[in-house]
């Protein structure tokens, strides 16, 4: 029985503690139990939270509908939880991936707006290659181009990548390529209608194909792009002064 606390006895026989244990011991073991607590609370409701099912009951009538956690930390034993966190995990790997945030990628500039001519990072990167470059072509006059001059026109556009999810095989092209494979097998010529999925397994293909999303997000960014926001710019003096000097 503790020294000094014969009635606390319980609780440090709950932590495993002797008698020989000090208040302040206990103390700490209460306190690391309740940030374990906190941490979990925390996970489970980061992923493990699902839309829940409108109550029957007419007091309820009219107010939100509550989510659901998928594990029960408090009514299971240890081996219920570990099979209910084990169940879960597909959804919480589906719940942690984040919307799609555009990358920005800043401007670029074309001489000329057309598609496949957006070469330069810069106004001064263009000005450099092209200010003042006249070009004869063959000799003929017909093929004479004039260079960029102040008050010459070019273009500054944005830059806008696609979302390298969008580039992913989604469900359909996933049962798609099995029902293939499954008439290229050496059982293919009784393949009828396979994979026969029903409403709740191809919800959970949607959940397992989930988390390539941020797999190709943060691999597969594409270096082609197309342009938005295309604006005329005039060149100024200004604008061949600054060039020169950087």
């Not at 709950?14 to 700490?28: D, I, P, R, W």
């Not at 999810?165 to 010529?189: H, Q």
Request: proline fraction near 7%; include cysteine; aromatic fraction near 10%.
């Amino acid at each position: 029985m503790p020294k000094h606390q014969p009635e606390l006895a319980r609780i440090y026989n709950v932590f495993g503690l002797s008698s020989n244990h000090e208040l302040s011991t206990l103390l700490v073991n209460i306190e690391n139990t309740k940030r374990f607590s906190d941490l979990l609370h925390a996970v489970e409701s980061e992923f493990f939270m699902v839309p829940g099912e409108p109550s029957d009951e007419p007091e309820d009538a009219g107010h939100p509908v509550d989510d659901d956690c998928l594990v029960n930390s408090w009514g299971s034993t240890p081996s219920e939880y570990l099979k209910q966190f084990k169940a879960a995990l597909p959804i919480a790997a589906a719940n942690s991936v984040p919307a799609y945030e555009a990358v920005v990628t800043g401007e670029r500039w074309s001489l000329d707006g057309e598609n496949g001519s957006w070469d330069y990072d810069s106004l001064d990167e263009l000005l450099k290659d092209n200010y003042g470059h006249d070009s004869d072509g063959d000799g003929h006059p017909a093929s004479y181009r004039a260079g960029l001059y102040e008050g010459g026109t070019v273009y500054r556009g944005i830059v806008c990548k696609d979302d390298p999810a969008r580039f992913l095989p989604d469900a359909n092209d996933v049962t798609e390529r099995m029902y293939e494979n499954a008439c290229d097998s050496d059982a293919g010529e009784w393949v009828d209608a396979y994979p026969d999925l029903s409403k709740a397994a191809e919800a959970e293909l949607q959940i397992a194909l989930a988390p390539l999303k941020a797999w190709a997000r943060k691999h597969c960014q594409p270096e082609f792009f197309t342009i938005k926001d295309v604006t005329p710019h005039i060149v100024t003096e200004e604008d061949v002064t600054r060039s020169r000097k950087s």
